[in-house]
């Protein structure tokens, strides 16, 4: 990890297309403003550690889905005579 000092004003690049500037130190508040091109995305720990735990709920969900049509599949398609999902019986 690379540790850095700034006063407020003074910026740091990352890349070519990435700064990151001191807005306003307050005690142990730091305001920071950070410029980066739309395809970046730039999200507070927090948020991206709830985005990684949606993604790996959603992708757990999608293998579930995945093995259920995975056995419809096997299953084969309805033979005539087989009551259908509407038929009652």
Do not use: K, Y
């Amino acid at each position: 990890m690379l540790v850095l000092s700034r006063r407020a004003g003074e910026a740091i690049v990352i890349g070519e297309d990435v700064r990151v500037v001191v807005l306003e130190v307050r005690g142990e508040v730091v305001r920071l403003g950070i410029a980066a091109p739309r395809s970046v995305a730039v999200h507070r720990e927090e948020v991206f550690e709830q985005i990684l735990e949606e993604n790996r709920r959603a992708a757990q969900s999608r293998d579930a889905l995945d093995r259920l049509f995975g056995a419809l599949d096997t299953a084969g398609p309805p033979r005539p005579g087989d009551p259908g999902p509407n038929d009652e019986g």
